[in-house]
């Protein structure tokens, strides 16, 4: 793949996780301009989240009728024009109908990409062209967060969706000029058709136990950072709101690491590295225990490093077990995906209400093994030795 190519996928990664939780800094300006209480506010996030999951299914049907990057491209300027108009929201409820707009155009851009890369890539360059686009995401998921508190802090929080539909217009462009148009897509023969071959996936147990998967790696990404956040609150350490925000950072070293995963796959298999890098957020997990600051960071970078990492062997192997349908198939997984975050954000509630971090951590080091279970089970036949095949050549 070119380095043009490379570029395109790196940053279709970052537009996709840009938008989700770009508000959660802004959530005190949003309730005091829009007359709204704080934990009020948080509906910003979940109206995004709402919309992904709604539309996640039939995204990538859509795609396998229209093709890959038509479909892209267009996704790409609508979330533009509806970040634009978050910018312009007159109301709470506004506000609302725009961030569920946003959410609706994502999986346009988050699915059909991995099918993407699926199809016009093989062998070791899927790898690590999956594992380039998970790191635009970890890169997404960081930049929209600091972005938006930054912009906010000086220009308030309205010019914060513009300085996002900037990153959005600039992915817009390079994305059509640079990604090369689909030559091994396959276009299903009806809307209908591919619609409907949304129904045979769930048949599908390798498919259904990835989907588990991917549920498991977001419980544990946004259960471990939101009561992490709490945890890092309390004493003995005492940080400030500024201060667990910068956290966030920790994300980028998962930027870094996670194209080095699409080449451990091609090493060593897809199964045998992500059972590696569960046990990389169990260690993590653990060094969260010891009190102190920079252990419990240290542990949130290699936890969540070991989350991106994962989902680079999960999302690739959702695209391969759809077989034809490959889009869809990647759409289911991403309904998951998010609905095993909707759950993490709330499940370690009780427990750290009555027991505290150490409680979370039992249950998302749980979480984490019955996710590296699931996967033994569902991914061991013709997955333990990775396949060399030579790489498609790109204008």
């Not at 959005?168 to 619609?195: G, K, M």
């Not at 209400?353 to 249950?363: I, P, Y």
């Not at 984490?368 to 996967?375: E, H, N, Q, R």
Request: hydrophobic content about 50%; glycine content about 10%.
């Amino acid at each position: 793949m070119s380095l043009r190519a490379e570029t395109a996928v790196f940053l279709l990664g970052l537009c996709a996780l840009l938008n989700i939780y770009s508000t959660q800094p802004l959530l005190p300006d949003l309730a005091r301009d829009l007359h709204v209480p704080v934990e009020q506010s948080t509906w910003t996030i979940t109206a995004t989240t709402l919309g992904v999951a709604v539309m996640a299914p039939f995204a990538g049907s859509v795609s396998d009728y229209l093709g890959r990057k038509r479909v892209m491209v267009t996704a790409i300027a609508a979330s533009l024009a509806a970040t634009l108009a978050c910018a312009v929201a007159w109301s709470f409820a506004a506000m609302l109908v725009c961030r569920f707009a946003q959410g609706l155009f994502i999986p346009f851009v988050f699915a059909v990409a991995v099918s993407y890369v699926a199809e016009e890539c093989t062998g070791p360059a899927a790898q690590g062209a999956n594992a380039l686009y998970v790191s635009g995401t970890a890169f997404g998921g960081f930049c929209g967060r600091f972005l938006s508190g930054a912009v906010t802090a000086h220009f308030g929080w309205r010019s914060s969706f513009i300085g996002m539909a900037l990153v959005l217009l600039v992915t817009l462009a390079v994305t059509a000029a640079w990604l090369p148009r689909e030559r091994r897509f396959q276009r299903s023969d009806s809307l209908l058709a591919s619609v409907q071959g949304i129904g045979r996936h769930f048949g599908n147990t390798r498919l259904l136990g990835t989907c588990f998967i991917g549920a498991s790696i977001l419980f544990l990404q946004v259960g471990s950072f939101t009561y992490a956040g709490m945890f890092l609150a309390d004493p003995p350490f005492g940080l400030s709101s500024f201060e667990i925000g910068a956290v966030f950072a920790v994300f980028l070293v998962a930027v870094v690491v996670t194209p080095l995963t699409g080449r451990l796959i091609s090493r060593i298999g897809r199964l045998r590295t992500f059972v590696l890098v569960s046990l990389v957020s169990l260690a993590g997990l653990g060094l969260t225990l010891i009190p102190s600051t920079p252990a419990v960071i240290v542990g949130l970078a290699a936890s969540s490093t070991g989350v991106f990492s994962g989902q680079a062997c999960a999302i690739g192997y959702a695209a391969e077990a759809g077989g034809p349908a490959k889009s869809s198939a990647v759409g289911l997984y991403l309904t998951s995906y998010y609905a095993g975050g909707s759950i993490g954000a709330v499940a370690p509630s009780p427990l750290y209400t009555a027991a505290g971090w150490s409680a979370c951590v039992g249950l998302l080091a749980a979480v984490v093994g019955a996710g590296a279970l699931v996967a033994l089970a569902a991914w061991s036949a013709g997955t333990g030795r990775p396949h060399r095949i030579e790489e498609p050549a790109y204008d």
